[in-house]
C-alpha cells in the first residue's frame, strides 16, 4: 500500500469519525438514539453527490469489528437474567430464527418473480438473526422494560448459530444443488454450539489465569482488546461458531473481573470500552447506511417504485413472522419454565408480547452476510438474484431498525408497560447489607486494636451509619490526627472498601443481585479508593 492510499484511508476515516461525533451530539439533542439517527444520516450523506464512497467489507464486520463489540455486548450482560431467561431466548434464538428461515423460503417466490425455495431460504436466513449491536444499543435507550431488554439481548447474543447453519445450508443448496438432510443439520448445529461454547471457555480459562498475576492497566486493558479476536479466530478456525465463543468467553470473563481487575485497572478498562464501543457502533451505524448507493447501483431491470414496494412487502413479511411466532412461543416457554424448570413467573401480558415481537431490530450483520454471498454458483453462472437479495436485507435494516426503533418508545408509552418508577429495591438492599458488613468488619477490629484508635474507629462507624441512613457524609480532610493515626486509618478504609466489595460479590455469586446492580457498587467503590475528589462525584450525582 503506498504512502497515498495510507492518506486516503485515513482521510475516510477521519470524515467517518467527524460524522458520528457530528450525528452523535445531534441524536443527544433529539433525544432519540444514536444509532437510528447515524443509518439516516448515512443514508442521506451517501446520495450526496462528492461524498467518498465507502464500500461495506464483509471480511471488516465479521473479523473486525464484531469481535469487540459481542465481547463488550456478553461483559454487560447479567448471567442472572441470562440464565433465568434462558428458555425464552433459546425459544427465540433457535425457534423462531428457523420459523423465519422456513416462512421467508416459502413466502418469497409469491412475493418476487424469479425466485424458489432455494433462494428463498438464503434470504431468509441472512435476515432471520436478530442483531446483537442494534439490541444493546437501542434497546437501553428506548425506555424499554428490563424484562424484554433482558431477553432481547440474550436472543442477539446466541441466535447467531441459527442463522449461520441455514446461510451455510442454503448457499450449499444453490451452489452444488444438495440438501443437506436433518441428520447432518442437527450434526452441524451442535457443533457449531459446543465447540463454539468449548472455545469461549477454553480462551476465558486461559485470560482468567494470566489475569490473576497481572496488576498493570495498560497491560490488562491490552489483553481485554485482544480477548475477543483470540476467541473468534479459533472458534472460526475450526469452523465453530465464532460469535457464541465470544459470547461464552465475555460471560465467563465478567463473572470473575471482580476478582482479578484491582479498582485502578477496573477504572480504566470501563473508560476504554466505552470510547471503543461508542466509536465501533457509530461507524457501523454509519455504515450501513452509507451502502445505499452500492445496494442500487447494483440492482437492474428495476424501477424505483418496484424497488420500494418489495422492499416495503419484504419487510412486512419478516416483521409479520416475527409476531405470529412471539406469542405462541411465550406460552411455551411459560409451560416449559414454570413445569419443568419450577420457575415461579407472572404470565406475560399480550402487551408485553407485542412490544418483544416489535422490538426484532436488524442491523451490519445481515447486510455484511448478504454483501457477502458469492458472485457465481459452481457452474460459473452469476448467484441468483444476489443484487436484489442485498437490497431487500438493506431495506429489512431500515424498517426495523429505524422505522420500529422510532415507534417503540411510542409504543411503550401507548401500551404501557414501562417499569414503574421508583427506586431499585433490590440494589437499596445490596447497599444496605454492604454496609451493615462494614460496620460489624468495624466493631470487631475495633475490640482487637488498642483503646488509642478508638476516636478514629468512632469517625468512620459513624460516617458508614450515615451513609447507613441515607444521609450524605462530608469528608474532612483536615483531621490534625498523628501519622501513626493517619497509617492506621488508611489501611482500616482499604479493609473496609475490601469487606464492602467481597460483601457485593457474595451477595451476586448467591443471585441476591445481578451482575449489573454489582458493577454498579463497584464502580462507587473503585471511585471512593481513587480518592476523595471521585467520591465527592459519586455521591453529588446519586
Known amino acids: 500500500m503506498g504512502y497515498g492510499s495510507v492518506q486516503a484511508v485515513e482521510l475516510v476515516f477521519l470524515l467517518l469519525m467527524l460524522f458520528v461525533v457530528a ?59 441470562f440464565s433465568y431467561n434462558l428458555v425464552s431466548i433459546l425459544l427465540l434464538a433457535f425457534g423462531l430464527v428457523s420459523f423465519t428461515v422456513i416462512g421467508v423460503a416459502l413466502g418469497a417466490p409469491w412475493l418476487f418473480p424469479g425466485f424458489d425455495w432455494k433462494i428463498g431460504l438464503v434470504l431468509g436466513a441472512v435476515v432471520a438473526p436478530t442483531d446483537a449491536l442494534a439490541a444493546t444499543s437501542i434497546a437501553q435507550r428506548i425506555g424499554l422494560p428490563k424484562r ?7 436472543e442477539s447474543l446466541v441466535n447467531d448459530a441459527t442463522g449461520l447453519l441455514a446461510l451455510e445450508f442454503g448457499i450449499s443448496i444453490l451452489l452444488k444443488n444438495e440438501t443437506p438432510t436433518a441428520t447432518d443439520a442437527v450434526l452441524r448445529l451442535t457443533y457449531l454450539i459446543v465447540a463454539g461454547i468449548a472455545v469461549g471457555l477454553v480462551t476465558g480459562w486461559i485470560v482468567n489465569w494470566i489475569e490473576r498475576r497481572i496488576d498493570d492497566g495498560p497491560i490488562e486493558i491490552a489483553i481485554s482488546i485482544m480477548v475477543p479476536y483470540a476467541a473468534y479466530f479459533a472458534a472460526d478456525a475450526l469452523h ?58 447494483g440492482i437492474q431491470g428495476y ?10 412487502l419484504f419487510s412486512g413479511l419478516v416483521v409479520a413472522l416475527r409476531l405470529i411466532w412471539v406469542f405462541p412461543g411465550a406460552f411455551v416457554a411459560r409451560l416449559i419454565r414454570t413445569r419443568v424448570l419450577h420457575q415461579s413467573i407472572k404470565p406475560p401480558t399480550a402487551r408485553s408480547i407485542l412490544v418483544l415481537g416489535w422490538a426484532g431490530m436488524r442491523g ?8 457477502a454471498l458469492p458472485q457465481t454458483l459452481a457452474d460459473g453462472s452469476p448467484f441468483p438474484h444476489r443484487n436484489l437479495i442485498i437490497f431487500l436485507a438493506f431495506s429489512v435494516i431500515l424498517v426495523t431498525l429505524v422505522g420500529q426503533g422510532l415507534t417503540l418508545p411510542w409504543l411503550v408509552r401507548v401500551l404501557r408497560v414501562s417499569d414503574p418508577a421508583g427506586p431499585n429495591l433490590e440494589e437499596e438492599a445490596a447497599r444496605r447489607e454492604v454496609l451493615q458488613a462494614a460496620l460489624a468488619y468495624l466493631e470487631e477490629s475495633r475490640k482487637k486494636n488498642e483503646a488509642e484508635f478508638d476516636a478514629i474507629y468512632e469517625d468512620l462507624a459513624g460516617h458508614y451509619r450515615q451513609r447507613l441512613a441515607a444521609v450524605t457524609g462530608k469528608d474532612d480532610t483536615e483531621t490534625g ?5 493517619q497509617k492506621h486509618l488508611s489501611r482500616l478504609s482499604r479493609d473496609l472498601l475490601r469487606i464492602e466489595r467481597q460483601t457485593a460479590v457474595r451477595l451476586r455469586n448467591e443471585g441476591q443481585i445481578n451482575d449489573e446492580t454489582l458493577r454498579q457498587l463497584q464502580y462507587e467503590l473503585d471511585l471512593r479508593e481513587a480518592g476523595p475528589t471521585h467520591a465527592e462525584t459519586v455521591r453529588s450525582s446519586s
Open 240 to 297: 465453530a461458531s465464532g460469535v457464541l465463543a465470544v459470547v461464552t468467553c465475555g460471560l465467563f470473563l465478567t463473572r470473575r473481573s471482580s476478582e482479578f481487575f484491582s479498582p485502578g485497572v477496573r477504572l480504566q478498562a470501563w473508560a476504554v470500552w466505552d470510547a471503543l464501543t461508542y466509536i465501533l457502533n457509530g461507524l457501523v451505524f454509519v455504515l450501513i447506511g452509507l451502502q445505499l448507493p452500492y445496494v442500487l447501483a
Open 303 to 312: 424501477s424505483l417504485g418496484r424497488l420500494v414496494l418489495y422492499g416495503a
Open 23 to 81: 450525528f452523535g451530539v445531534l441524536a443527544r439533542t433529539l433525544k432519540i438514539p444514536y444509532p437510528i439517527v447515524l443509518v439516516v444520516a448515512g443514508t442521506l450523506l451517501g446520495l450526496i453527490p462528492g461524498i467518498p464512497r465507502v464500500a461495506l467489507n464483509p471480511d471488516l464486520v465479521f473479523y473486525v469489528i464484531l469481535p469487540p463489540l459481542l465481547y463488550s455486548a456478553a461483559w454487560v450482560t447479567s448471567w442472572r437474567e
Open 148 to 154: 424484554i431488554t433482558d431477553i432481547l439481548e440474550g
Open 364 to 371: 451490519v450483520i445481515a447486510l455484511a452476510a448478504a454483501i
Open 481 to 485: 490526627i498523628s501519622p501513626k493515626h
